[in-house]
């Protein structure tokens, strides 16, 4: 697991946020494809990972909105070699994000990225909408 501090800016997750367009119900939350990334996190990744292709969802989870525990492998065996969270904003309550059983703490803009075979999950949203950005690596 690696903790990426201020992978993108405050402007740039709010930008991502307003990028939105059409989320659909997935699950216990809502999830985007439709919505535009800055080309600095492309930059950022491709240097950090430069054999890896991100692609992702903006998930966004209303109160009592979560996500049960699961691998990311599920339905993608072998394809997926990384996966990433980066908190895109702070207004919400609840909300937690734990990477087996440790709770990560991320502030905005930050991101931790792990492997996609560790159980992981949201615990239920209490107040306000917690966004995120999910991107998994392919190779």
């Given at each position: 697991?690696?903790?990426?501090?201020?992978?993108?800016?405050?402007?740039?997750?709010?930008?991502?946020?307003?990028?939105?367009k059409e989320p659909y119900r997935r699950q216990d939350?809502?999830?985007?494809t439709n919505y535009r990334l800055p080309i600095e996190?492309?930059?950022?990744?491709?240097?950090?990972?430069?054999?890896i292709n991100w692609k992702g969802a903006v998930q966004?989870?209303?109160?009592?909105?979560?996500?049960?525990?699961?691998?990311?492998?599920?339905?993608?065996?072998?394809?997926?070699?990384?996966?990433?969270?980066?908190?895109?904003?702070?207004?919400?309550?609840?909300?937690?994000?734990?990477?087996?059983?440790?709770?990560?703490?991320?502030?905005?803009?930050?991101?931790?990225?792990?492997?996609?075979?560790?159980?992981?999950?949201?615990?239920?949203?209490?107040?306000?909408?917690?966004?995120?950005?999910?991107?998994?690596?392919?190779?």
């Open positions: 697991m690696r903790l990426i501090k201020n992978l993108l800016s405050t402007k740039q997750c709010k930008d991502i946020i307003f990028s939105v939350r809502l999830e985007c996190l492309y930059e950022s990744m491709n240097s950090k990972y430069p054999t966004i989870y209303n109160k009592d909105d979560y996500f049960e525990p699961h691998r990311d492998t599920v339905g993608y065996p072998n394809y997926r070699i990384l996966s990433m969270t980066v908190c895109l904003n702070d207004e919400y309550k609840g909300g937690k994000f734990f990477i087996d059983s440790e709770k990560i703490t991320l502030e905005i803009g930050d991101a931790v990225v792990f492997k996609p075979r560790e159980i992981h999950w949201v615990t239920p949203v209490t107040k306000g909408t917690r966004y995120s950005l999910a991107m998994w690596g392919y190779e």
